[in-house]
């Protein structure tokens, strides 16, 4: 696999359609104060607007996510706009590819010059015991003057090879070292192959190309 091919993939920026981002609002709209009345004593300087713009964030990647995967030609479920219980914590995966059984997690940022981290639970599955068909896909999206949103991925890569390497790290953060787990997407790249950081996005683009 080339380093052309990994460059395409990452380049390949989609749109979030307008009612993708209606309904990222309205669910953000419906749950964020039960976010906030969960994690406030835990976290002090929370907010409500945090909260809703964390939610916001978070289901804007996932629809990225999907909509790149689908584009890509997988046969991807719907993203999840459920409300559950304030104090139901789940750890199922974001989507899932209908054919191969593939769980993707999503982990999604508002695009910065700064290389993406992304956080997780001490007791996520993702850390403690992956299964081989879970993949992490980081996100990043952004909104333009215009107000039209859009996201690429920046990697898609198994967790049970960033166990495998033991890059689930300490947050460079004092307050939250013991109490999260953190990934470095530069310190990803530097140890992974790029087929490792790839994964499945190579290889469907290889099966493409020679279908043609």
């Known amino acids: ?58 289901t804007i990647s996932e629809f990225v996510a ?8 997988f046969n991807i479920t719907d993203v ?5 219980d304030a104090f139901d914590k789940s750890f199922d995966p974001d989507l899932l590819e209908r054919n191969k059984g593939y769980r993707f997690h999503v982990k999604g940022v508002e695009a910065t010059h ?16 992956p ?10 999206w952004f909104t333009d003057p215009q107000g039209i949103c859009a996201g690429w991925i920046n990697g898609c890569f198994k967790a049970s090879d ?8 300490d947050p460079i953060k004092e307050d939250l070292k013991g109490k999260k787990k953190a ?14 950081f790839w994964t499945i996005l190579l290889e469907r683009q290889q099966k493409d190309k020679l279908a043609k």
């Open 183 to 196: 990934i470095y997407l530069k310190n990803i790249e530097n140890i992974l192959t790029e087929y490792e």
């Open 131 to 140: 299964e081989h068909n879970d993949y992490i896909i980081s996100v990043s």
């Open 114 to 129: 700064y290389t993406p981290s992304h956080l997780f639970e001490n007791n996520d599955p993702l850390v403690t015991n």
């Open 1 to 58: 696999m080339s380093y052309l091919k990994s460059q395409l993939i990452k380049s390949l920026k989609l749109e979030v359609t307008p009612w993708q981002y209606m309904l990222a609002a309205d669910f953000a709209d419906k749950t964020h104060m039960l976010r906030y009345e969960k994690y406030k004593e835990r976290n002090p300087h929370l907010t409500p607007t945090k909260c809703w713009h964390d939610i916001v964030s978070g």
């Open 66 to 73: 999907k909509n790149i995967l689908q584009f890509s030609n």
């Open 80 to 84: 999840n706009l459920e409300v559950l």
């Open 162 to 169: 960033i166990k495998k390497y033991n890059l689930y790290e």
